[in-house]
Structures are given as structure tokens and as C-alpha cells.
């Protein structure tokens, strides 16, 4: 069942990601349940279509407001894998193509618990901050 917020979310990851029945954890390969921000909400990271992509649930509450390279690597996302998803998020004309295919991986999510919290200077962020089609400023 998918939460309000990530209800609210869909649409804007779809623009992405296709539809979200097919949807696959960008971390681990599971279903995708939820619309994570890849930079955190809380850090600064934008409701946009470039920041959101898909994630199971464990996945995105553990990672939390977590430095996403830095969750990643603790948790062990593979390294072809977080510098593929650290491309995507600057590549605002992305689209997935049909049939994506992310193999599952198994992650220390102990590990990723011990990730630190989200520092990304502002000066990093103003790519996806200004791709908000809402241009709401959340």
C-alpha cells in the first residue's frame, strides 16, 4: 500500500521512471514501494522528477537523510550501480527505458545505519532545485 505522501509523489517519478507497477529498488533490486528522494527532502534535495526515484521501503527508511553516495557505499551498493543512480539525478532529460533491468543485491543495512547524515553543500544542489516543475521551492 503506498503512502500519501508517496501518492503524491507518482506522478512525478513516473515522468521518469515509467509506471510505477514495474517500478524497481535503484538500491537493491527489490519492488519498489515508495518515491525516495535521492537527496534528502530535509537536506535540500527537490520534489522533482530528477531527485525522485524508486525504492522499496526498507531501502528508503534506512536510508533516511543519509549522504546517498555515502549511504550507499556502507550499505554496499555496488559501485557501477552508485555512480549510474549519482549520473541520473544530473541528467535531468533521463528517461528510463522500458524493461529496466536492476539485478537484486544484498545490502548491510546495519551498515547504513552508521552512514552520516546528509552534508551536500547548497552550491551542489541547484541543479535539481531549479528543475522543480512546480517551481514551489518546497
Known amino acids: 500500500m503506498l503512502t500519501r505522501r508517496t501518492r503524491d509523489l507518482v ?19 527489490r519492488a519498489a514501494t515508495t518515491v525516495d528522494h535521492f537527496y534528502p527532502y530535509s537536506q535540500g534535495g527537490r520534489s522533482n522528477p530528477a531527485n525522485l526515484v524508486p525504492a522499496c521501503d526498507r531501502c528508503n527508511s534506512n536510508k533516511m537523510e543519509h549522504d546517498p553516495i ?15 543512480l549519482a549520473s541520473l539525478v544530473s541528467n535531468r532529460d533521463w528517461r528510463a527505458p522500458r524493461g529496466l533491468r536492476l539485478p537484486r543485491t544484498k545490502l548491510d543495512y546495519q ?16 541543479d535539481q532545485r531549479t528543475a522543480s516543475p512546480d517551481n514551489s521551492g518546497e
Open 11 to 29: 506522478p512525478l517519478a513516473e515522468h521518469r521512471w515509467r509506471d510505477h507497477a514495474l517500478w524497481r529498488c535503484v538500491y537493491c533490486g
Open 70 to 84: 555515502d549511504w550507499m557505499t556502507a550499505v554496499g551498493v555496488p559501485a557501477d550501480r552508485r555512480d549510474w
Open 111 to 126: 551498515a547504513g545505519k552508521l552512514a552520516r547524515p546528509a552534508h551536500t553543500p547548497a552550491h551542489e544542489l541547484t
